[in-house]
Nanobody
Framework: QVHLVESGGGLVQAGGSLRLSCAVS????????MGWFRQAPGMEREFVAT????????YYADSVKGRFTISRDNYKNTVFLQMNSLKPEDTAVYYC???????????????WGQGTQVTVSS
């Protein structure tokens, strides 16, 4: 079945950068939109970014626009989130997710990773 494994999280000072990776097992990655979400302690999970199946279309939450970049490598079944100019409010567990349908719009995600912790110190 489908498995998603995030990596690359850690502790970074404000203004620093991290690159998250999400490795996806299975045969359907290259046809699925992918998304990044995050959840801070005591907060609800929120949308961060999405990328369509080919990587030609991306969309970002206003809170990260201009600082984060989502990308994908369909030959390696991996999606990335490059995070620059990190702020303390970016501290959260970051999750990657896969769209439920082939060539879907990236709005309904049915497959989720277990998350990777990102902590930004002030």
């Amino acid at each position: 079945q489908v498995h998603l494994v995030e990596s690359g999280g850690g502790l970074v000072q404000a203004g620093g950068s991290l690159r998250l990776s999400c490795a996806v097992s299975g045969r359907t990655f290259s046809t699925r939109a992918m998304g990044w979400f995050r959840q801070a302690p005591g907060m609800e999970r929120e949308f961060v970014a999405t990328i369509n199946w080919s990587g030609s279309i991306t969309y970002y939450a206003d809170s990260v626009k201009g600082r984060f970049t989502i990308s994908r490598d369909n030959y390696k079944n991996t999606v990335f989130l490059q995070m620059n100019s990190l702020k303390p409010e970016d501290t959260a567990v970051y999750y990657c997710a896969m769209d439920a349908s082939a060539y879907g719009p990236g709005r309904q995600y049915n497959y989720w990773g277990q998350g990777t912790q990102v902590t930004v110190s002030s």
